[in-house]
């Protein structure tokens, strides 16, 4: 007979509770060859045991008639611990009428005494150990770990129970779905450390389920920072939402954290409950960066939005099977010297879509960054990128180096270095061929991850651009601990150097960073005259902006290499 033992080959422990010698020898004596066997005396000395350091007990043999403490009461402090109420417990006894009591009490079976059968006995611990381990591993899957709400599967399966029930009693009743967000929580876990992360996690799901328990809500925390909530309708939450953040604002001790929400009221019953949940989350998502406001509503405006995005989720394959994809250039100017120098260019996507006309990727990049379209969008664009690298060699002799934008999710692909790869010995180019440009939110949210993969794809050759910096909310700590070759700076602070002192300082801040990283600047977005004077006085070297032109498709791009090959 095959052995009955944890995953792990170790011996589960049993803890063997008799008065009687004979009693504790014999099933000793049948139990020992398969479990790991405690004994004790009486019910305090079990007790004691149980809270010792070594408490992993997987069952307990329990008599009931013993001096001291005997096993009605150790029974009962057992089932009401919160620790030790999941070890089950068999008791062992002579008389009926107790053994009746003690499945009322909470054992979970009973041997008669005198003892039966060695297997008789072996087979009825190995069952009753089974079960609870079975339970225990529901238990964990139906609840999360850290904040004890539901994990997103059973969350979904209660919806669909509720919802049945409502049906079933022909009420009339109107539920909401409530998507929670916290605000760059990612920064908790960086300047305080996971645990004090753990604990905000904890009190916001406390907080959202004290305030939201009257109106029948069940929550969930899908992921991360993110909290679902189902309830009873409620037409304005203000009060609701007003006392949320009140009693978070109590929190101690930690940076205090902004609670965005999104709220989609009377939710469509017909629709299933993920859908009912992305459009909550559509709500969430659209005041990300509005600090104005910390709740938004899904309404008629971002209905029609949504169905928008779902028919270019539809689209996407057949646009690449049709080319409707193009990819533009933008070149790129080094300003140190007198006069500027084509540097390289950035490839960026542009949609020509066959019936929505011309879409930017100001409206898909983001959409299809959420549910990961994007890569299918990438490969194409590096592909094309490095075609067009390849082509430019051969018919003008020169290496123009394009850069790519890579996202998150491209990174964390474990076949991530092998595509990359892939794209490059398809068109005959080396890494200096192409450069990467990272989004610097990317960073915040895995900077160890996305360290290991940058360092490797530097050990490959590759150059990494920091994209868009100072929109990416890190830590100066991280910035000055991640591997990259180039800084670009985010288009904004150029947008307002010319507005505003402040903007003015935190560009000289950026190339303050930026010398002590020992890496050169791109500045972004710039249009003028003025504004590239103004960045080549604070020491900027390269310049991607309207004021050289706007990315164009790849033989218009043309010119500017062969204006460079004639001047
Ligand atoms: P990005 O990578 O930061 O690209 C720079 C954006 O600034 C481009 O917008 C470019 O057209 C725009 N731009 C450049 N100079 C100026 C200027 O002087 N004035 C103004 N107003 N804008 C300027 P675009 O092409 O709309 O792309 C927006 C974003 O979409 C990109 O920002 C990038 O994050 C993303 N994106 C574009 N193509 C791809 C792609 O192939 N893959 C991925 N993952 N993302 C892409
Ligand atoms: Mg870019
Ligand atoms: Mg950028």
Redesign the pocket.
Known sequence: MERFRSASGIKRRVLIVDDEPVNRKLLGNILSEDYDIRYADNGLEAWELLNGNNNDYSLILLDLLMPVMDGFELLDKVRSDEVLRTIPVIVMTSEREAEVKSIRQGAADFIAKPYDMPEVILARCERIIKLAEDNSIIRSAEKDIVTGLYTRDFFYEYIRQIDAHIDAMGKNMSMDALVFNIDHFHLVNEMYGRRAGNSVLVKVAQTINQVLEDNAAIACRPEGDMFYVYCKHIEDYTSVLDRIRQSLGDTAGTAKIRLRVGIYQNVDMSIDAETRFDRAKIACDRIKDDYTTTSSYYNYELHLKSIYHERLIRDIDESIKNEDFK??F?PKYDITGDKPVLTSA?????WEHPELGMI???DF?PLF?NNGL?QR??NY?WNKAAATVHKWKEKYGVSLPVS????RIDIFDPEFLSKIDRVLKDNDLTPNDLYL?I?ESAYADNAGKLTDITNTLRDMGFSIEM??FGSGYSSLNMITSIPIDVL?LD?KFVRNMEKDAKSIKLVELVLDIAKFLDVPVVA????TGSQLDLLKQMGCQII????FS??VPEDEFEKFIQTEKTS
Request: overall charge negative.
């Open positions: 990819v533009f933008q950035e490839a960026l996507i542009r930017s990727p100001g990049i960054e994007i969008i990438d664009v790519v934008n890579v996202s440009e989004t994209d868009d670009k288009m972004e977005g710039v249009e991607q902006g309207y004021y706007k990315p």
